[in-house]
């Protein structure tokens, strides 16, 4: 059974969601999208850079050449992912837009990379959010917190980290700011990895500060 806060996240959805940072990703996309079908909705799950694979078992993998073929493969109750196979246990997305999908309820779409680690510094290039979006999460794993940097986020040396120094909530809020330049329309921040009271109880203070300018913030855990 999935926590309350998960619940109240389904059921304000917009029709595409864009999912960016690190520290659970691709559990979050495929969690709420499993949540979804389970109440008979149409769900499409892709990528605009790179996801593992192969996908779970409770998805059905399409590879279709156009944006009508994808939208035939739409069935009430079921998560779909499309894509394209590609080297080193990963796949690609689809070589259109997302826009015109009209047959699924729902489109969740992760759009970045963090090499699966907790945190992710971006590129000015990054995130790759397409332009059907009408919501973007920003998720940020909180076990990294006390542990080095060059253990837990990808690409620090944009940030100027060293890779000894450890990871303190203020750099965690500074990062997930720094994620959100691209984005000015605003986003939902969600700090996974709450496993512990302590890491939950620093989730909250991240999440204070993040609300205060302007950024709403989910605290918890996804399960797998």
């Known amino acids: 059974m999935n926590a309350p806060w998960l619940e109240e996240l389904c059921h304000s959805l917009p029709a595409c969601t864009a999912i960016i940072g690190g520290g659970g990703k691709t559990t979050l996309m495929f969690t709420l999208a499993r949540t979804l079908a389970a109440e008979g909705y149409a769900v499409l799950t892709t990528t605009t850079t790179h996801l593992a694979w192969p996908p779970p078992k409770s998805v059905r993998f399409c590879t279709p050449e156009t944006a009508e073929t994808l939208n035939g493969c739409a069935c009430p109750g079921t998560v779909i992912l499309a894509g394209q196979p590609c ?45 059907a979006a009408r919501l973007v999460i ?15 986020v990808h690409r620090y040396g944009l940030m100027g980290l060293f890779p000894e120094e450890p990871v303190t909530p203020t750099l965690v809020e500074r990062i997930l700011l720094r994620g959100w330049q691209r984005w000015p329309r605003g986003g939902l921040t969600l700090l996974n990895q709450a496993d512990t009271p302590e890491l939950g109880r620093a989730g909250r203070e991240i999440g204070e500060r993040l609300y205060e300018q302007g950024f709403p913030t989910l605290v918890g855990v996804v399960g797998n």
């Not at 920003?138 to 837990?152: C, D, I, K, Y």
């Open 87 to 131: 080297e080193g246990q990963r796949m690609r997305g689809v070589d259109f837009p997302l826009e015109g999908l009209n047959a699924f309820d729902f489109v969740l779409c992760e759009a970045d990379g963090s090499n699966r680690l907790p945190l992710k510094v971006h590129r000015e290039t990054e995130p790759v959010i397409p332009p």
């Open 138 to 152: 920003q998720v940020a794993g909180l076990s990294a917190l006390g542990r080095p940097v060059g253990e837990t």
